[in-house]
C-alpha cells in the first residue's frame, strides 16, 4: 500500500488543514507532557516553510458533539504556540464563520488551531456535512493523527475524500515503521503478546499467527493457554472459559507454521504485591499464581530474538508492575534493545502498559519504533483496515 506525503504535495499559497492528535493530558490548567505536541512540530513546520496558512484540526477529550467549556482546545494554545516557538490563533469553532473568518485572517506561513471538532456530534458520525464544511475552509487535506486513525469521523475520513489528502510526517513515519514489521517484515518475523487477559487480544492471536514466524505468548493471558492444555495454573490470573478459544489459535498456528512459544518455566508467589516471596516452578502449586516467566523462558525468548530479523510487541511478559515480577519483561526488552542496536533486529511495539514496561527497563529508546498510538496500533496489529489510513492510500 502507498500513501501520498508532504513531498507530493503543491502547498505554496494554498490553506492546508492538518489533523492532529493533541489530545494531551492537562494537570491545574496547563499541559503536562509534551509529547503530542512534539511528535506533530515538524509537519507544522514544513508545511508552514512551504508557504501554507496551517489550519490545526483536532479533538480533546470525550465532549460527545457538545460544547463542554472544560474541554476546549484553548487550554492546549499556550503549550502548543511555546513548543512551536510562534504565535498560534484560535478559532471559537472548527466550522462556521468563525472557523472561516479566522482562516481569512491568517497569513501563510502561520498557523492556526481551530477548537475541538468532538464539540459537533457530527464529527464522530462522519456526518457528511461535516465534512463538507471542514473541506470548505481549505485546499489540501494533511492527516497527522495515526492514533485517530482507527475511527472513521469527520475530521480524518470524511474530510480525506473531499480535498486531495497526505499523511504528514509522523503518520509518514508510523506507517513505515508498521509496514516494517508487519506489511512487508524482514524474516523471521517473531511476535511477543502478553499482558493480562486473552480476551482482549482474541483478533490480535488470530492475526499474527497467520502472518509472523514464531509468537511468544507472556503474562497472564499465557496462564488461559497453559490450562487450555491442562496444566495447573493455581490462583492464577487465567480465563478457563477460554479454553477452546486458546486452543483453537494453537491449532490455527500449527496449520500456518507459526511456532508458539509459551513459558517453560514460571514464577509463582501467593500473594500479588511488590516483593511477595516467590520461587521458579515448572508447575504452578494449588495455592500460588503465576506472576512471572522463569530463567529458562527468558533464554530461550532470547536465542528466538537473535535468530529474528523482526519483533513486533505487544503486552508485558508478567506483572511488570511490580518488582521483581518485571525480570522477564526487562529481559526481553533489554535483549531486544541490544539486538536493534546491534542492526540485526528491526523492533516494534506499541501498547499504554507495553510502552510503560519498555520504558521502565530502560529500552525503549533502542527500540526502532514505539507507537503511542494505543487502540489505531492494537487494530493495526489485528489487521484492520484503519479508515482514516485507508482514505489516505493512492
Ligand atoms: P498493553 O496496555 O500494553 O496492551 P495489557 O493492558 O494487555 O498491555 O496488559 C498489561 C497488564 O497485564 C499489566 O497491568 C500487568 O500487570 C498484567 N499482567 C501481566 N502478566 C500478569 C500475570 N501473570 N498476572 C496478572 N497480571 C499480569
Ligand atoms: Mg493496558
Redesign the pocket.
Known amino acids: 500500500m502507498a500513501w501520498k506525503t508532504l513531498d507530493a504535495m503543491d502547498f505554496a499559497g494554498k490553506t492546508a488543514l492538518v489533523r492532529v492528535d493533541i489530545n494531551v493530558p492537562v494537570e491545574n490548567g496547563a499541559v503536562s507532557d509534551f509529547t503530542r505536541i512534539d511528535a506533530i512540530l515538524p509537519t507544522v513546520r514544513e508545511i508552514a516553510a512551504k508557504g501554507a496558512k496551517v489550519v490545526l484540526l483536532a479533538h480533546f477529550d470525550r465532549p460527545k458533539g457538545k460544547v463542554v467549556p472544560e474541554m476546549s482546545l484553548r487550554q492546549v494554545l499556550p503549550a502548543l504556540s511555546q513548543r512551536l516557538g510562534q504565535p498560534v490563533a484560535f478559532a471559537e469553532d472548527c466550522i462556521g464563520l468563525p472557523a472561516k473568518e479566522a482562516v481569512l485572517a491568517l497569513q501563510p506561513g502561520e498557523v492556526l488551531l481551530l477548537e475541538n471538532t468532538r464539540f459537533h456530534a457530527g464529527e464522530e458520525k462522519n456526518d457528511p456535512m461535516m465534512a463538507a464544511s471542514l473541506a470548505a475552509l481549505g485546499d489540501i487535506f494533511v492527516n497527522d493523527a495515526f492514533s485517530a486513525a482507527h475511527r472513521a469521523h469527520a475530521s480524518t475520513e470524511g474530510i480525506a475524500k473531499l480535498l486531495p489528502a497526505c499523511a504528514g510526517r509522523l503518520m509518514e513515519a508510523e506507517l513505515k515503521a508498521l509496514d516494517a514489521a508487519l506489511g512487508n517484515p524482514q524474516r523471521p518475523v517473531v511476535a511477543v503478546v ?4 486473552v480476551s ?2 482474541l483478533d490480535l492471536l488470530g492475526n499474527l499467527v497467520g502472518k509472523v514466524d514464531a509468537l511468544v505468548i507472556g ?2 493471558m499465557a ?1 488461559t493457554f497453559l490450562a487450555a492444555q491442562g496444566k495447573p495454573v493455581g490462583k ?2 487465567c480465563e478457563h472459559d477460554l479454553a477452546p478459544t486458546a486452543l483453537a489459535i494453537l491449532d490455527k498456528a500449527a496449520e500456518t507454521g507459526c511456532r508458539i512459544v509459551l513459558p517453560v518455566d514460571l514464577v509463582v508467589a501467593r500473594e500479588f504485591r511488590a516483593h511477595a516471596p516467590h520461587e521458579i516452578v515448572t508447575e504452578c502449586p494449588d495455592d500460588a ?4 516467566a522463569g530463567p529458562a523462558s527468558i533464554a530461550e525468548i532470547g536465542t528466538l530474538f537473535e535468530g529474528a530479523r523482526t519483533l513486533i510487541w ?3 511478559l ?4 511490580l518488582e521483581p515480577f518485571d525480570t522477564a519483561t526487562n529481559a526481553a526488552a533489554r535483549k531486544a534493545a541490544e539486538l536493534t542496536r546491534a542492526g540485526t533486529l528491526v523492533s516494534v511495539a506499541g ?4 510502552v510503560a514496561a519498555l520504558n521502565r527497563a530502560g529500552a525503549a529508546a533502542d527500540f526502532s519504533y514505539i507507537s503511542t498510538a494505543g487502540g489505531a496500533f ?1 487494530e493495526w496489529m489485528e489487521g484492520k483496515t484503519l479508515p482514516g489510513v485507508a482514505a489516505l492510500e493512492e
Do not use: H, Q, Y
Not at 502478553?194 to 487477559?197: I, P, V, W
Not at 499464581?289 to 512471572?292: Q, V
Not at 501498547?351 to 507495553?354: A, M, R, S, V
Open positions: 502478553g499482558g493480562a487477559k482482549t487480544k503474562g497472564g496462564n492464577s490470573l499464581m503465576i506472576l512471572d505487544n503486552g508485558p508478567g506483572a511488570f508492575e501498547g499504554g502498559d507495553t492494537l
